[in-house]
């Protein structure tokens, strides 16, 4: 398992992350005060843009950056050196391996840990960023995570503009100020799909909570 | 432009705003002692926005003409990205978006090297034909006309409507010998923002007859008119502090002022109200988004400018 580098973690979140999630584009933050203060939690957000990640994790205060892990495909993440760096070392990824038939192991066994040792985990239960601004049905990872760490607090986010910002296929960032909804804290319900049913209609719900202008 | 500190009475007038504040506070906090029981957090949160806006104008205006500059194209970007955040745009046009947010750096370039003929085409003739032909590269037809049209609003609003208030600091301090450039800006400014409060309050205490009942329920024929009276007066006592209008030229300024900033206001009202939001953002507590604080503004800089420009420059 590779461990962030923390001091240059903290210096990259405090001199280009945050100047650029509050200046360039800027968060309209609905219910903050519902985001977890303390681990462990899986903060379970909709996914359009590599920006996600960098305004999710702009959303907690940086004392508690080195508890904030996202987790990550690692197919995408780790494809070369510099970029397994530097999604490890200053991200701080957890890698997640998309297609587990062949290899064995358990995939989810460095997100459990993490959540053992009362992580916040940043998750996008869609799996990728698909096609911007468009919800995809959400895969049951999270589920299994729930299971084994009951205690953990599951807190939907519901993100809107940031694909519009800077969707998939796209290097250039164009500002818009992007909504951050965040729900209510649920807990393991004791059943997959009827955890699975209640994280989507909450998700749902929150996207419900936004008046949003046409973008096509 | 020149780095120079502001003149004395650019000093007095900002001493004057904060004086202002000062009393608006003790008010608020009175009024929370005398009837705890009803809420004021908006008024309060309305009131501490001021101060930090305030104080940032303030700060800017004192470090130098360039910063104020700069502090004023960075608040034509927050208004830009307000605008585009809550119109529909086509996906086509992210680059062409791109493009019309890279418009203000180079018109507030143009102001600060005091480049009058650049500064009053550049938007107009330059960027007006430049982003259909951006758009032409998208290939995309669909819903063509809307979006060539909402654009070039928004840049004409938030950029070379606002860059008005700015330009007013790129004008030769010889024009204006009591206060140099910088006391232009305060008076348009403070004129503009007290307007707007000197209306809402006619309003609240007088208005009976709606003026415009389908934009903006809320706003009177007594709230205008009393606003442009007060507006004009006080514009007519501090003139002869801030500006080069004389005799009858700082009434009329003050008219100006008070009226553009109704029709400012209302305008982005209407804005707001096609687009089917309250406010335009949340960026200022108590106040809404930028654009809602300087809606008044947008009409206000470039009258105020071209009328002091006519008659003085």
Redesign the interface.
Known sequence: MVTPNHFLRFLFFLLVVRPLVLVVL?L?VRHRERLPAAGPAIVAANHNSHLDTMVLMSLFPLSLLPRLRPVAAADYFLRNRIMAWFATRIIGIIPLKRAVHASGGDPLAEPTEALARGDILILFPEGSRGD?EHMEGFKTGIAHLAKRRAEAAIVPVFLH?LG?AL?RG?F?L?????DVFVGEAMAWSGDRASFMAELEKREMDLAAEG?F???? | MTLSLPQTPVLWGIAGVFAILVIASIVVFALTKARPARDYNELKARIFSWWVMVTVLAVAIVLSPVVSVAFLGFVS??AL??Y????????AD??V??WA?LAIPLQFYWIGIEWYGMFIIFVPVYMFLFLPLAMLMTGQTDGFLRAAGSLHWGLMTMVFAIGHAAYLLALPDDGNPVAGSAGLLLFLIFLTQFNDVAQYVWGKLFGRHKVVPAVSPNKTVEGLLGGIATTTLLAWLIAPYLTPLVTWQAPVAGLIIGFAGFVGDVTISALKRD???KDS???IPGHGGVLDRIDSLTFTAPLFFHYVYYLHY
């Open positions: 800027g309209n911007p503009g519009k969707p796209t250039l164009v500002p818009f100020f992007c008046r202008p046409a973008w096509e | 970007f927050l990205k307000e585009f955040s809550l119109i529909p745009t086509r996906r992210r680059r978006l791109f947010y687009l089917g939001v953002g949340s960026l």
